[in-house]
């Protein structure tokens, strides 16, 4: 076990060494700290960042923007992939509206979701529209995969569908459930401060990050692209440890 840990943790490191040796490569061959500036830059730039109360405002302001939206479409894609699951016309019905969803070009409708909802209520739609069809087809499959004869068996013993969803539904899918999360998070945050970059409503990641850009603040830039990257491998593993104790 240990030398398997060891093994994980030494592929992980070299992992993050690559990308740094990468980094230190690049910023050396282009030289221009407002393209790529230099990791000593951007340490500086983090160590600023975390000193200031501000910075935790402005985090908080997009995690909790995205924990809402996330959690909104976790339960709509819940709602819909039981309903498909045990109606093929709801199935039918949601098919194209999920298609249309999942294919259709951020950029070809968020102007319009910025003029009908304006720039504060627009990246909760904006990610919600991206995340959701993920969500809703990850746990669809789930339902999927289940043994039908398991659900026939507790449908004998009880007509109640609500008793098949707790008692069959819900814990096999529960381990799908957490790895689309685990999908849909890290891609959830990046839609949200895409469309906060567009959108720019105030005291937000993408607000600002657009600001340290405007201002040719690149170490800056990198230093808020740290956080975000920190924050989602922190909630990855947070909830890979949630599904290993299931």
């Known amino acids: 076990m240990k030398k398997f840990i060891t093994k994980i943790n030494f592929w992980l490191f070299g992992g993050i060494l690559f990308i740094l040796l990468v980094w230190f490569f690049a910023s050396r061959i282009v030289d221009n700290s407002i393209v790529i500036p230099k990791i000593s830059e951007v340490l500086q730039a983090l160590g600023s960042l975390l000193q200031t109360k501000q910075t935790y405002v402005v985090i908080f302001n997009t995690i909790s923007r995205l924990i809402l939206t996330v959690s909104i479409s976790f339960v709509l894609a819940l709602f819909c992939s039981i309903l498909a699951g045990s109606i093929t016309r709801v199935k039918d019905f949601l098919k194209p509206i999920m298609t249309l969803m999942r294919t259709t070009p951020v950029a070809a409708v968020i102007i319009i979701l910025l003029m009908i909802f304006g720039n504060i209520k627009s990246p909760y739609i904006i990610t919600s529209l991206v995340i959701l069809p993920i969500m809703y087809e990850g746990i669809l499959v789930s339902f999927e995969n289940i043994d039908q004869g398991i659900i026939d068996e507790v449908k004998m013993l009880s007509n109640l569908n609500f008793r098949v969803v707790k008692e069959v539904y819900l814990p096999i899918v529960t381990p ?50 740290i956080i975000l990257v920190v924050f989602v491998l922190l909630v990855e593993e947070l909830l890979k440890i949630i599904k290993t104790k299931l």
Do not use: C, H, R
């Not at 999360?181 to 891609?187: M, N, P, Q, Y």
């Not at 409503?201 to 603040?217: A, D, H, R």
């Open 176 to 225: 799908q459930i957490l790895s689309t999360l685990v999908a849909t998070i890290g891609l959830g945050l990046k839609v949200m401060v895409m469309s906060e970059f567009i959108a720019q409503p105030n005291n937000t990641i993408g607000y600002v990050m657009l600001q340290e850009k405007n201002f040719l603040e690149m170490d800056y830039v990198f230093a808020w692209t």
